[in-house]
């Protein structure tokens, strides 16, 4: 079984600054792509950034030049620093890995999200 554990989450004023990261553990052959997720009250879960294990970067249009995804393969972590925040960014912030859990298998996982909340 893999887990993925997130941190980081927290209050921030707007304009504020925060960064989430999350370490993937557990049977795991090697992680592929690693992304992070967001879901508001009454809202779908939506894509905030994700990143391939090469580097290749993805930002929905929302975040673009405000937030920005890294990773370090070595430790299976995968980071999002948010600069800039916004009250529209508050959310629960989820993370996702697609993992190699046997040479001829890959699956899905998602951590247990954190609290991001902006005050005006």
């Known amino acids: 079984q893999v887990q993925l554990v997130e941190s980081g989450g927290g209050l921030v004023q707007a304009g504020g600054s925060l960064r989430l990261s999350c370490a993937a553990s557990?049977?795991?052959?090697?992680?592929?792509?690693m992304g992070w997720y967001r879901q508001a009250p009454g809202k779908q879960r939506e894509l905030v950034a994700d990143?391939?294990?090469?580097?290749?970067?993805n930002y929905a249009d929302s975040v673009k030049g405000r937030f920005s995804i890294s990773r370090n393969n070595a430790k299976n972590t995968v980071y999002l620093q948010m600069n800039n925040l916004k009250p529209e960014d508050a959310a629960v912030y989820y993370c996702?890995?697609?993992?190699?859990?046997?040479?001829?298998?890959?699956?899905?996982?998602w951590g247990q999200g954190t609290q991001v909340t902006v005050s005006s």
């Open positions: 996702n890995a697609e993992v190699w859990v046997r040479i001829t298998t890959t699956d899905a996982f």
């Open positions: 557990g049977t795991i052959v090697r992680v592929n792509a």
């Open positions: 990143i391939t294990r090469g580097g290749t970067t």
